[in-house]
Structures are given as C-alpha cells and as structure tokens.
C-alpha cells in the first residue's frame, strides 16, 4: 500500500518501529469515511500552527499520536494516511 520510503519516513518522525505491513494493515482497517475524519483531524492539527508540515511538526506531533490512540493504530498509520491525503491522493 506505503512505500517502504513512506513507511520509513513515518517511523522517523514518530519514533515508532512500526513495520510497513502493520501499516499498511492499520490503514486497510480503516474504513473510507473513519480515513476522511482521521485526516482532517490531522489536517486541522496541522493548520492550527500556522506553518508548512515540516516546520509544524515538533508541535502538533502529540496531536498526531492522540488521533491515532482514538483510531487503535500507530502514529507512523496516520503520518502516512496525512501524507496521502495531503498529497492529493484518493482515500480509497
């Protein structure tokens, strides 16, 4: 589903050791319209800071891992659904 790219960048910038296949699996779990929430959430705890993602980060990266507890999957999960979706990628 991730590349392995992807997967590797979420586990840098979460800390986690999520393998790419639990990714993958956490985000095949999540049905379509639980994926469309999921990622304005995270859009809106991005948007909040005011500034690009990658300077957002370090301040909205607890929101990131709160949303994932809600959803029961990794915080690398939702780095990579955020980054599909930011993208302008479709949220099967």
């Known amino acids: 589903m991730f590349s392995a790219v992807q997967c590797y960048a979420a ?3 979460t800390g986690t050791d999520t ?3 639990i990714i993958s699996q956490e985000y095949a779990a999540l049905l379509g319209p639980n994926r469309n929430v999921a990622a ?3 859009d809106d705890a991005v948007r909040k800071q005011g500034l ?3 300077q957002a ?3 909205c990266k607890d929101d990131f891992q709160a949303i994932a507890e809600q959803y029961s999957v990794s915080p690398a ?3 990579c ?3 599909e979706w930011a993208g302008g990628g479709s949220l099967r």
């Open 19 to 21: 393998p790419d296949e």
């Open 11 to 13: 586990r840098l910038l």
């Open 81 to 83: 659904l955020y980054m």
């Open 40 to 42: 304005m959430l995270l």
């Open 52 to 54: 690009p993602f990658q």
């Open 77 to 79: 999960t939702m780095v």
């Open 57 to 59: 980060w370090d301040f």
